[in-house]
Every structure is written in structure tokens, then in C-alpha cells.
């Protein structure tokens, strides 16, 4: 285990809902009674259901967590992604000694700093200061080596007005600052980070995420990041870790499970069409199809990467209403905002669109994206003022590449990196 840094082994918990332990006196008894006296297992561990939120179940049993067992090395930047209830917190409150697991145990090598909620491991009525060296003591340090690390710690977490006031006067975003500041800093061997970022403001997020990687990259040390960003985690991590119903669903490099997990979230499809009991809109427009064509107007699923291509939309205007706008957004299958794109053929905004069908077309050019799955989101706006009459996501397509090489200039023939693939206009070279 020389090179493993945490080591989850059969780590399973379990909840009854709505109490703690069991809370009950003919449960412990029985509880107590099979496993310390009859020496057997735990009768408990035989029964509860997948903690799914959006069902009822019939047990007051239910598994957060159900057999984990992954490995991570010294120096990785891990990844844990999955939806709301999947086990990721439950997961990192185990690995932090929050709470125990109800199976299974976690071998770590190493001090570990974790930011969990915000506020966790802080008492409320000493000052940030205070804190600083309350948490470091929790970690094992010295006054000498916090004394060392305690400017760095004050000036990262932009708190230096108010360090010596009691944080229970923090605002969240104070408190998440300072918090990961001390995590950071206080060189750990293991850094356990929760969505609580988000909690941050955008300049405080791409400071914590420059940290993680100096953490990770220029000190070797370990991290593990959950959340739903995921912009963030492909940009800071290498190894993911996908969590379904509890349970390890998938575990490979970070990009691969990051697509594997928003293809579970979409359902979109090149095609769809809405009635009057299901159709995207407001009460003003409401849509009722929408499609990709080719160059013939013919109904496409996929598209050849140095092909253009339109998105149609029609939609139901339901009564004579003021000038409304529409524009398009495209994300690629990362879930990275690529552009968005709004009408421009009509600059009466003081006219009045009449009650009716329409239907709009906009082309995007060939030889603009890489081969990748988009997807499209369609809003409807007005002016003067400002309002978003709704705005949801329609469609996906496939970009795809199998044209023969003389159909674009490129020498090279493979994925090119970056977002878009644009083929550019490259003047001769000249010799001067």
C-alpha cells in the first residue's frame, strides 16, 4: 500500500429514516444480542432499499452506501460525481471520521483536511484566528508550524478585517473562504473538498481551484472533489468516480465518466414534438417541433462535420402579442456552454406579432465544430423590459467524421484539442 493513499473496503451505511441508531430498545437488544452474544451477523445489514428518493419504498431501512470499493493513489486528483442522493457527502463525511460506516473500513495514509459544510469544524464563538489554530491542532501541528503558515492562511481567505472577530458573525461565503483556507494550507497529506464552493463567489472558486491543483501538482498531495460543476472537475481532476443508488457505477479517467454521467441526465433527441398537455413554452408562445435538416431540408440525426446544417423550431403564438425575440444555446456533451445565438431578421420591436404557427430556421456553418454530441436549448425573450418568456433545452445531434481526407485542408486527421474545430484561411507562406 505503498503508493495507495486511501483505500475504500466494503464500506456500506446504513439509515433508518427518521431516527438515529434505531432508537428503539427491542432493536439495539436484538441488534446487541445476535452480534455480540451468538456471534452472528447483523440482522440489519439483511434488509433496508436503495436510498431513491423519488420513490416510497416500503422499508424505514435504506443503504446510502452499499459495498464501496475503489482505491486512490498518492498525488491523484479524484472526482466524485452523481446525483442528489447518490452517497457522495456520506462518502467523504466517512473518509473525515464525520460519521462510521455502518460496514467495511477506510485505510488512509496521511492527515486529511476536509471542507465539508460550511462551518464544519468551527466554533462559532472563537475568532477566525482562534480557529486557525484550533484546526491545525486537531491535525497534529505545532504552534511553530501554524505560526508559519497563519499570513499566508489570513491573506488567501481575504478575512483579514475581521480575523479576530467571532465567526459565528461570518456571512457563509466568509466562512467557506477561511474554511478552505486552513484546509489548504495546513499541508495535508489528503484534501477532502464538498460542494460547499459553490457557496463562494466566482473569483474566490478559481482561486480554490488553483490551489487544488498547486495542492495536487506542485505538492503531490491527494484530493478528492465532489461536485456538480463540471467544468471544474474535468479542469482539476484526472481519475472520476461515478456514484448510482449508493454503489460504484463507474470508475476510469475523469473525462469518460464525466460523459457517462450527463448522458444518463439527457433525454434529447434530434427529433421532438409537443401536444396541449406537454408542450415547452409560456402563456404567451408554446413549441411544437423541432428538428435538424441538411442542406435538402430533409430531417437529419447526424451531421458530417464539414456539413452545415439548421435547427428548426416551430411554435404556437396564442394570442396577438407585443414583439418577442428567440435565440439559441449550444452546449457540447461536456456540458460546456459554447455559444448562443439570437434572431436578427426583425428590429421592429414595437410591432405586433399576430396570433399563428411559425416556424424559424437558423444554420450553423460546416467545418465549425469537433465531432461531439451537442445540444440545444431554445428561449423566447422580450424587450424593453427585459424579460425571458422561458428558455429549456430541445434537441442533441451527433457531430460526426467519417468523410474521406481530401474533404478538408487539414493534414492531421485525429481529434484536434479545444471546444471548436474551425477550418481557417491560412495566407501562403512567404520567405521575407
Known amino acids: 500500500m505503498s503508493d495507495i493513499a486511501i483505500k475504500f473496503e466494503n464500506i456500506s451505511k446504513q439509515y433508518r429514516l427518521g431516527l438515529v441508531s434505531t432508537k428503539t430498545i427491542s432493536h439495539d437488544l436484538n441488534r446487541w444480542w445476535q452480534t455480540s452474544v451468538l456471534r452472528k451477523e447483523d440482522p440489519y445489514l439483511k434488509i433496508g432499499e436503495t436510498n431513491n428518493r423519488a420513490t416510497k419504498g416500503s422499508s424505514d431501512y435504506v443503504w446510502a452506501l452499499r459495498d464501496i470499493d475503489f482505491e486512490v493513489k498518492k498525488g491523484d ?5 452523481g446525483k442528489n442522493g447518490a452517497g457522495k457527502s456520506t462518502l467523504l463525511k466517512i473518509l473525515s471520521r464525520v460519521t462510521a460506516p455502518t460496514t467495511g473500513i477506510i485505510k488512509a495514509q496521511g492527515r486529511i483536511a476536509s471542507l465539508l459544510e460550511v462551518g464544519t469544524g468551527f466554533h462559532p464563538e472563537m475568532t477566525g484566528r482562534e480557529n486557525i489554530y484550533m484546526n491545525g491542532s486537531v491535525m497534529g501541528m505545532t504552534k511553530r508550524e501554524i505560526n508559519r503558515k497563519l499570513d499566508e492562511i489570513i491573506d488567501f481567505a481575504g478575512v483579514e478585517r475581521y480575523i479576530d472577530t467571532p465567526v459565528k458573525r461570518y ?3 466568509m466562512t467557506v473562504r477561511l474554511g478552505f483556507a486552513i484546509a489548504a494550507h495546513l499541508d495535508p497529506e489528503i484534501l477532502v473538498v464538498d460542494e460547499v464552493l459553490a457557496v463562494g463567489d466566482a473569483e474566490f472558486q478559481r482561486k480554490a481551484i488553483g490551489k487544488m491543483q498547486d495542492v495536487s501538482k506542485g505538492e503531490g498531495r491527494t484530493v478528492l472533489f465532489v461536485s456538480h460543476n463540471m467544468t471544474a472537475v474535468n479542469d482539476l481532476c484526472k481519475k472520476g468516480v461515478l456514484l448510482k443508488d449508493g454503489s460504484v457505477f463507474m470508475e ?5 465518466v464525466i460523459i457517462e454521467y450527463l448522458s444518463e441526465k439527457t433525454e434529447l433527441s434530434a427529433f421532438a414534438e409537443w401536444n396541449d398537455n406537454n408542450a415547452v413554452g409560456s402563456d404567451i408562445v408554446k413549441l411544437r417541433k423541432a428538428y435538424f435538416i441538411d442542406k435538402n431540408n430533409n430531417p437529419i440525426a ?5 456539413e452545415a446544417f439548421g435547427v428548426c423550431v416551430e411554435y404556437e403564438v396564442l394570442s396577438d402579442t407585443s414583439f418577442f425575440t428567440h ?3 449550444v452546449y457540447n456533451k461536456m456540458e460546456v456552454h459554447l455559444f448562443t445565438s439570437h434572431d436578427n431578421s426583425e428590429y421592429k420591436h414595437n410591432c405586433q406579432i399576430q396570433k399563428g404557427v411559425y416556424k424559424s430556421v437558423v444554420w450553423l456553418p460546416a467545418d465549425l465544430f469537433q465531432n461531439d454530441k451537442l445540444e440545444f436549448s431554445f428561449a423566447c425573450m422580450k424587450y424593453n423590459p427585459f424579460q425571458i418568456l422561458f428558455h429549456e433545452k430541445i434537441l442533441s445531434i451527433d457531430i460526426i467524421e467519417t468523410f474521406q481526407a481530401d474533404t478538408r485542408p487539414e493534414l492531421y ?6 471546444l471548436i474545430r474551425p477550418v481557417l484561411n491560412w495566407n501562403e507562406r512567404l520567405k521575407i
Do not use: A
Request: hydrophobic share 35%; no cysteine.
Open 171 to 173: 456571512s457563509s461565503g
Open 327 to 329: 435565440g439559441i444555446n
Open 413 to 418: 486527421r485525429d481529434y484536434l484539442p479545444g
Open 302 to 306: 447526424v451531421v458530417q462535420i464539414n
Open 77 to 81: 486528483v479524484v472526482g466524485i460525481i
Open 252 to 256: 476510469d479517467n475523469v473525462k469518460n
